[in-house]
């Protein structure tokens, strides 16, 4: 029987987070922000892979905004 903890290595492995940035990224590599990211993907990842290990990852704050789709 595999355990909680197996379960979460398992996803934050770092394949599974380049796999995760593989498919983040399809047709969204001209945002600014996503390129932003991509110029530095190995610190970036191993840095969420750190924190999520060591249960100190942290969110950015949330921003509200309107969406106006004419109907």
Known sequence: MK???DL????????NLF???D???KEKMGKPDVQNFYY???ENVFGLHY????KTYKHSPYS?????DPK
Do not use: G, H, T, V
Request: aromatic content about 24%; hydrophobic content about 40%.
């Open 3 to 5: 355990r909680f903890y």
């Open 8 to 15: 979460f290595e398992n996803i934050i492995s770092l394949d």
């Open 19 to 21: 796999s995760a940035w």
């Open 23 to 25: 498919e983040f990224k």
């Open 40 to 42: 530095q993907l190995e």
């Open 51 to 54: 924190d999520l290990k060591n």
């Open 64 to 68: 509200s905004f309107y969406i106006s």
